[in-house]
């Protein structure tokens, strides 16, 4: 790569977390505008259109490029079904997804804030991120013999039903990383018996569903109407 597409690639990157700084302060990607942006890059408005059509270009890319790597590198690792290991699977899981929101936090706050955000672009951007997210996870229960009996629509449905709920406890877990890293008169002994209950609740609710799922039958009825 040459120096000026090396220049170009970091000027991008900026643009990315020039974003996500201004989301953690409470802003929503929607009320965002250009020149916030351009002024937290310390460039000027025009030199935005040389990396992006719009605003919604810039989120949609930002969710491609960022969020779409970290839940990659995610997936990589949980590798639920592939590990195949009966060892606390599910508690080691759970620990190493809350523990991957703690070190990259803004990136965890911007994908549960705007995925029902203002903006569509971004919004249809993360769906499209979460559903692959979830078919990942899909593929990696098939894997598991626990799950062999379910078939594959109702082992889709699982995996979706656990990425929501993973998803759910990102604003809880950041909340108590935050004030851990941020907050000089907290009682740190006090926020890790938080952090260690917190890990016990979760691990629990995602136990509840996946053994929940082992003594499910895919032949079951659903009916929504007598």
């Given at each position: 790569?040459?120096?000026?597409?090396?220049k170009?690639?970091?000027?991008?990157?900026?643009?990315?977390?020039?974003?996500?700084?201004?989301?953690?302060?409470?802003?929503?990607?929607?009320?965002?505008?250009?020149?916030?942006?351009?002024r937290?890059?310390?460039?000027?408005?025009?030199?935005?259109?040389?990396?992006?059509?719009?605003m919604?270009?810039?989120?949609?890319?930002?969710?491609?490029?960022?969020l779409?790597?970290?839940?990659?590198?995610?997936?990589?690792?949980?590798?639920?079904?592939?590990?195949?290991?009966?060892?606390?699977?599910?508690?080691?899981?759970?620990?190493?997804?809350?523990?991957?929101?703690?070190?990259?936090?803004?990136?965890?706050?911007?994908?549960?804030?705007?995925?029902?955000?203002g903006?569509?672009?971004?919004?249809?951007?993360?769906?499209?991120?979460?559903?692959?997210?979830?078919?990942?996870?899909?593929?990696?229960?098939?894997l598991?013999?626990?799950?062999?009996?379910?078939?594959?629509?109702?082992?889709?449905?699982?995996?979706?039903?656990?990425?929501?709920?993973?998803?759910?406890?990102?604003?809880?877990?950041?909340?108590l990383?935050?004030?851990?890293?941020?907050?000089?008169?907290?009682?740190?002994?006090?926020?890790?018996?938080?952090?260690?209950?917190?890990?016990?609740?979760?691990?629990?609710?995602?136990?509840?569903?996946?053994?929940?799922?082992?003594?499910?039958?895919?032949?079951?009825?659903?009916?929504?109407?007598?």
């Open positions: 790569m040459s120096s000026r597409e090396q170009k690639l970091q000027t991008r990157h900026a643009f990315f977390n020039a974003v996500l700084d201004l989301c953690m302060t409470g802003q929503s990607f929607s009320s965002i505008s250009l020149r916030q942006v351009t937290e890059v310390g460039v000027v408005p025009t030199a935005f259109y040389r990396h992006f059509d719009d919604e270009s810039l989120g949609r890319a930002l969710v491609v490029e960022e779409g790597g970290t839940l990659a590198i995610l997936s990589d690792s949980l590798q639920i079904g592939r590990k195949r290991s009966f060892d606390r699977q599910i508690a080691k899981s759970i620990q190493l997804f809350l523990y991957m929101v703690s070190d990259q936090p803004y990136y965890w706050q911007f994908l549960v804030s705007e995925r029902y955000g903006s569509e672009a971004v919004r249809k951007a993360i769906n499209e991120l979460v559903k692959k997210h979830a078919h990942s996870l899909a593929e990696d229960l098939a598991q013999p626990a799950f062999t009996h379910i078939n594959g629509y109702d082992r889709r449905l699982l995996a979706e039903a656990g990425v929501n709920m993973f998803f759910s406890w990102i604003i809880d877990w950041l909340e990383t935050y004030t851990e890293d941020h907050d000089d008169e907290v009682d740190l002994n006090e926020i890790e018996e938080n952090k260690h209950l917190m890990l016990h609740n979760c691990t629990r609710q995602a136990q509840m569903l996946f053994y929940g799922a082992y003594n499910w039958k895919s032949s079951e009825e659903t009916r929504l109407k007598d």
